[in-house]
């Protein structure tokens, strides 16, 4: 693990420093875990609550397990992504989970984010997992993210077998229709990002079932996630837009990003 890279487990009621998970774990046999992604500015963990909040569904929805979250022995000077994960722990792949594991991993950063990025949507249909959940499952957005970035862009936007939009392959989506700020549905299994909401608390949004093949049609479009907060993209011949550079510029005042 690299110098910019620590890792915790927590065991007995505390975290202890970590560099590798069991190999019997079922996250690794089976990618059964869930986790949250979270910002670290200055040791602080960014909009703790409401990650903690989404974890906890999660373990309890998906592995049954109660989880109760204490932040890692971060330093005052952390910046960076801080990744929790709840595991199935050892067992089968049918096995009730017992003894789950809980463990952390954080990245620092020291690169100053752009004003825009690029994207692309991605060729091919996905299939909504877990009701939007994050899960050690991530195949199907690591291989849309790795084909646009073949391609020279930054970001791959999903669509699911009806052809709607649904999100980035690294976070929320949302695009300005006809004057209304929109952003798809939970309906459509996307996932309820912690940005994703922070920007509905600050307008008014409408959450829609929308043809990809529309998106020619939207004024501006952007993404959302811990990492990047709100990010302009630009995509076939559409440009950033004032509302996702509004929103971009707050979200970068009340540093709720690293």
Known sequence: MSDATKGWLFEGGRWTDATSLPLTDRATRYGMAVFATIGVRDGTAQLLEKHTQLLSASAKNLLGVDFRFITPPLDSADR??????????????ADPVREPRIFA???SLSDNL???????LHADSVTPFAHGAKTGNYWAQCTAQAGVRAGGFD???????????????????????????????LSLAVRPGVIRSWVMEQQPVQE????????EEAAEIFLTNSRLGVMPLKIAGIGPGPVGCALRDRCRREKIIP
Do not use: I, W
Request: glycine share 16%.
């Open 105 to 107: 991993l954080f990245e």
């Open 208 to 215: 829609v079932e929308f043809s990809a093949d529309r998106l």
């Open 155 to 185: 970001h791959a936007l999903l669509r699911d077998a009806g052809g709607r939009l649904l999100s980035g392959a690294m976070g929320n989506v949302f695009f300005v229709h006809k004057g209304t700020l929109c952003t798809p549905s």
């Open 80 to 93: 960076g992504m801080l990744r929790v994960y709840v595991t199935g722990g050892d067992g089968g792949p």
């Open 114 to 120: 752009p004003d825009f990025q690029t994207a692309r």
